[in-house]
């Protein structure tokens, strides 16, 4: 999420611990953390022992998520934050003395391949605007780093094809910063869904998105006032909030089914500041159906606040409402409440990759590349859905 979430996330955890979520599974409690939900994939179960390695990791763009990203490292147990790559002086010489670097892990844009000549740095998370996640991603492997890329993968779906060759050419790993992967709840949704626990799942609703006119996000770009923010920038953002929050409903829809989407409609709007959004559309809805039947219904926008999932299968329903920002999840099914303790979910997304990488073990492709490049091609799809007011096929 974007730093117009930030502070909704830091108050919700308030209101969690104040609540104590923060530490209740209700013994009553019919989703209680299942042990086969990580019996076939090493990477969802998380840090377990400690071999007293760490990964270390240069994170490359010190915006706002970053931040979020450089507090998960703290609290992380096998990666530490080792360097940064920033076009900022002002920003190097903060970070480097809030987390104590050596001069050699900073790097800017201009001299960021001489990385390829320091050991200490294993990967670099790259967490810049989207357009220019495809060039550092394989300036990355090029220097022989593993890579964390943060969401959406790339901009394109030719983008993340080079993305992928690059780090398979280097013989390094490609993991994409799909935090929710390592998410209780979420893991939850997902067993629910694929080993239908109520049955098939028919309908989906999976919607995301925040209003950001009245003021309180003046900063983030999408609120009037700012009309050079990246975000609204067609060759840097790729897109509006489809790219940047429609992504997690594509994603929750695909994770709960355990099926690719096969047909796409799609409509944008409502519009009601088109001269900000001039370059990227400010709110999209769209359907995907799937090879079983079921379909997901999904809106995003910059106009309204939504942060809800929904699904109803052949003998119950589950949902989660906050579902797809960063929490704390709550949620009900049909079996009673849906609450798990609130992770830092940085910190478990970034532990558990290191900690593959240590092993020298493949990362899952739930993660990885062939993840991120799904996404992109049915956000392309959606795209064409709405310019052109026709299905669109995927397979
Ligand atoms: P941000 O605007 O806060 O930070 C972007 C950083 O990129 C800044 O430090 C900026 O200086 C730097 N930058 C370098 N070249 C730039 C250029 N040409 N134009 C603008 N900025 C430039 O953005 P953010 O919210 O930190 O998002 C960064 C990436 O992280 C995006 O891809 C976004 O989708 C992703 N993100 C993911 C999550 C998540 O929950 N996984 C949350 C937020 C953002």
């Known amino acids: 999420m974007e730093k117009y979430t930030r502070k909704s996330f830091l108050g919700q955890l308030q209101l969690a611990g104040a609540a104590g979520l923060a530490s209740i599974v209700l013994p009553s409690d019919p989703h209680v953390p299942r042990p086969d939900l990580a019996s076939t994939d090493p990477a969802l179960t998380g840090p377990s022992s400690s071999s007293g390695k760490k990964l270390n990791i240069a994170l490359c763009g010190l915006g706002n998520y970053a931040g979020l990203l450089a507090d998960g490292l703290e609290a992380s147990q096998y990666c530490r934050l080792a360097g940064i790559v920033t076009g900022h002086p002002a920003k190097a010489t903060a970070w480097k003395a809030k987390y104590k670097l050596p001069d050699k892990n900073v790097y800017d844009y201009q001299n960021f391949d001489e990385i390829v000549h320091n050991p200490s740095i294993d990967l670099v998370y790259v967490v810049l605007p989207n357009g220019l996640h495809k060039d550092f991603t394989v300036r990355a492997a090029k220097a022989g780093k593993h890579v964390i890329c943060e969401k959406p993968m790339a901009t394109s779906a030719s983008n993340c094809r080079e993305m992928i060759k690059a780090c398979k050419d280097a013989g390094v790993q490609l993991a994409i910063g799909y935090r929710l992967h390592f998410e209780p709840t979420h893991l939850e949704i997902k067993r629910l869904g694929q080993q239908k626990v109520f049955g098939q799942v028919r309908f989906i609703e999976a919607s995301l998105g925040y209003q950001t006119y009245d003021g309180k996000e003046a900063a983030t770009g999408y609120q009037a006032g700012n009309p050079a923010h990246w975000r609204l920038n067609k060759v840097l953002a790729g897109g509006g909030p489809l790219m940047d929050?429609?992504?997690?409903?594509?994603?929750?829809?695909?994770?709960?089914?355990?099926?690719?989407?096969?047909?796409?409609?799609?409509?944008?709007?409502?519009?009601?500041?088109?001269?900000?959004?001039?370059?990227?559309?400010?709110?999209?809805?769209?359907?995907?159906?799937?090879?079983?039947?079921?379909?997901?219904?999904?809106?995003?926008?910059?106009?309204?606040?939504?942060?809800?999932?929904?699904?109803?299968?052949?003998?119950?329903?589950?949902?989660?409402?906050?579902?797809?920002?960063?929490?704390?999840?709550?949620?009900?099914?049909?079996?009673?409440?849906i609450r798990f303790p609130v992770i830092n979910q940085q910190a478990t997304e970034m532990d558990t990759i290191a900690k593959l990488i240590l092993e020298n073990k493949a990362l899952p492709s739930h993660i990885t590349g062939e993840e991120g490049i799904k996404d992109v091609r049915i956000i392309e799809a959606i795209y064409e859905a709405a310019r052109t007011g026709g299905k669109v096929k995927l397979v």
């Open 245 to 337: 929050l429609g992504i997690y409903c594509i994603q929750s829809s695909r994770y709960v089914l355990g099926e690719e989407p096969v047909t796409v409609t799609a409509q944008f709007g409502p519009t009601r500041a088109p001269k900000l959004f001039s370059q990227v559309e400010e709110a999209i809805s769209w359907q995907l159906t799937f090879p079983s039947g079921a379909v997901c219904n999904s809106t995003t926008s910059c106009g309204y606040d939504v942060d809800r999932f929904f699904a109803t299968a052949d003998e119950g329903q589950f949902e989660l409402s906050p579902a797809l920002s960063y929490g704390p999840f709550l949620g009900k099914s049909s079996k009673g409440p």
